[in-house]
T-cell receptor
Framework: AQSVTQLDSHVSVSEGTPVLLRCNYS??????LFWYVQHPNKGLQLLLK??????LVKGINGFEAEFKKSETSFHLTKPSAHMSDAAEYFC????????????FGTGTRLQVFP | GAVVSQHPSWVICKSGTSVKIECRSL??????MFWYRQFPKQSLMLMAT?????????EQGVEKDKFLINHASLTLSTLTVTSAHPEDSSFYIC????????????FGDGTRLSIL
């Protein structure tokens, strides 16, 4: 069975400061892990994905995430937040060989203050 | 690359009417497309998986006669909400996956459906 837990429902940061969005997963098999971002009244945009290659994954817009098997974590980070980063972020897990069944986290709302 | 277009983005209609939502993969062939429903401030709930040329597979609790899905080509899937009622009001999002196994799903921009 697979599951994913986003530890924070809301995160607030000041513009220019680092962002950390936490995600822990559980998977009986080799997982694929994704981070998606959703702006208001929009669909989900893929930020980055982990598929058993490099454990440090670089994505779009300066985001990156590190797969840590020993901690079953896949936290999303960005060195310096921009106002445009304010959105809902979803951590998602699937089987590495079958991305048809996505297990979504409950989402983290990121607020960025000027 | 990997663009998914969803249309319309907003629909407001009277109770009892049927509404069709289109989902197109613009620059890749999608043998499999997915339909999700999202309630306010919640995550996405998978409604059904549609495969090109075959019947859709519905998740438990989703009425297949209420939510008709057609996937007639490798780039187009449609969701028809039949005889819509206010409780069907929601945000519907489609996604598509490239035919290559293990590729991520790419999402459309969603359709906000409001039934009066």
């Amino acid at each position: 069975a697979q599951s994913v837990t986003q530890l924070d429902s809301h995160v607030s940061v000041s513009e220019g400061t680092p962002v950390l969005l936490r995600c822990n997963y559980s998977s009986s098999y080799s997982p694929s892990l994704f981070w998606y971002v959703q702006h208001p009244n929009k669909g989900l945009q893929l930020l980055l994905k982990y598929t058993s290659a490099a454990t440090l994954v670089k994505g779009i817009n300066g985001f990156e995430a590190e797969f840590k098997k020993s901690e079953t974590s896949f936290h999303l980070t960005k060195p310096s937040a921009h106002m445009s980063d304010a959105a809902e972020y979803f951590c998602v897990v699937s089987l590495s060989y079958n991305t048809d069944k996505l297990i979504f986290g409950t989402g983290t709302r990121l607020q960025v203050f000027p | 690359g990997a663009v998914v277009s969803q249309h319309p983005s907003w629909v407001i209609c009277k109770s009892g009417t049927s509404v069709k939502i289109e989902c197109r993969s613009l620059d890749f062939q999608a043998t499999t497309m997915f339909w999700y429903r999202q309630f306010p401030k919640q995550s996405l709930m998978l409604m059904a998986t549609s495969n090109e040329g075959s019947k859709a597979t519905y998740e438990q609790g989703v009425e297949k006669d209420k939510f008709l899905i057609n996937h007639a080509s490798l780039t187009l899937s449609t969701l028809t909400v039949t005889s819509a009622h206010p409780e069907d009001s929601s945000f519907y999002i489609c996604s598509a996956r490239d035919r290559i196994e293990g590729q991520p799903q790419h999402f459309g921009d969603g359709t906000r459906l409001s039934i009066l």
